[in-house]
């Protein structure tokens, strides 16, 4: 259930100057193509609709016992499901925890990751035999199977903890990439005067490493989340995880259950979160592509 963007192990290092800068350069990145604008703009629509759209909405949504299966129209605008609720009024609702398991899935593998893999290549010897075997012990874990078991513990009716079991298995990956990174930045001259200085080990990871593999394990970030938004809809397409919570994984198992792929009524309702899906995919990899030109100027056309 992990995914790592490569990380470059020769040229110079690229370290943003300053945060203003960065800033700066990302807007100037973002207006030189608008389908990046665009995909900044899908983000942000969606990430603005997982903070207020649950509370648009009253806890229990109305139901219309005479609109089953129903089709677009002006009081349902993407039709309603097989109970007569409205699908954009599901679709919103579900956003929230989609994002926040995938959020904080995606920042439990980039924590423990880049932590692991920062330490493990700068000591190398005994720090970073442990460290990798317990990284390949969480690489060989069969994540699907642990949620199998899980389930019947946790309702996973927190999104919360659906994203600390996919971040807590999905961080081996990425502790490898950054390993690998370090164990050549670790040679480079800037490392080499920090040792010559006397400095502390957590200053040298931190201060000269860190920066350095920042970038790329922004990007990671970003990736993560829509691969731990596959992860968590495939589960409960799949029907594995309790309907405790409205959900687009919910929303399209219940689908296919209730024969809208058979019978094309209410196509609306399979249709709104698997479109949702693509499109939030498509916003991040637009949105990946200008952090790329921004962290790498070997990239910009200036």
Do not use: C
């Amino acid at each position: 259930m992990s995914t790592t963007v490569d990380l470059p192990v020769s040229g110079p290092a690229v370290v943003p100057a300053r945060r203003t800068g960065f800033w700066r350069n990302l807007w100037k990145v973002l207006k030189r193509k608008p389908s990046r604008m665009v995909g900044a703009a899908i983000v942000a629509v969606f990430v603005l609709t997982g903070i207020v759209g649950p509370w648009l909405y009253p806890d229990n949504l109305p139901r219309d016992s005479d609109q089953i299966l129903a089709g677009p129209s002006a009081s349902h605008l993407l039709g309603t499901d097989f109970e007569g609720t409205d699908v954009l009024a599901l679709l919103i609702t579900g956003t929230r925890y989609v994002l926040v398991a995938a959020a904080f899935a995606a920042l439990i593998t980039v924590l423990i990751g880049t932590a692991f893999g920062l330490y493990a290549g700068y000591r190398r010897g005994a720090p970073d035999s442990v460290l990798m075997r317990i990284t390949d012990f969480v690489l060989t874990i069969p994540g699907f199977p642990l949620l199998l078991v899980l389930s019947t513990v946790w309702k996973f009716s927190s999104a919360l903890q659906m994203g600390l079991v996919l971040g807590l298995t999905g961080w081996g990956g990425l502790a490898r990439s950054v390993r690998s990174a370090t164990l050549s930045l670790r040679e480079r001259g800037f490392v080499e005067a920090a040792r010559g200085l006397g400095m502390p080990t957590r200053h040298i990871v931190t201060r000269e490493l860190l920066p350095n593999i920042a970038p790329y394990v922004a990007m990671n970030l970003l990736i993560g989340v829509t691969t731990f938004i596959y992860s968590q809809v495939g589960l409960f397409y799949l029907g594995v995880l309790p309907f405790t919570s409205n959900n687009w994984g919910v929303m399209i198992q219940l689908a296919v259950t209730n024969g809208v792929t058979q019978t094309g009524a209410g196509l609306g309702y399979l249709m709104a979160p698997l479109v949702s899906i693509l499109l939030l995919t498509l916003g991040v990899v637009l949105l990946v592509d200008a952090l790329d030109e921004v962290f790498n100027p070997r990239l910009r056309e200036d």
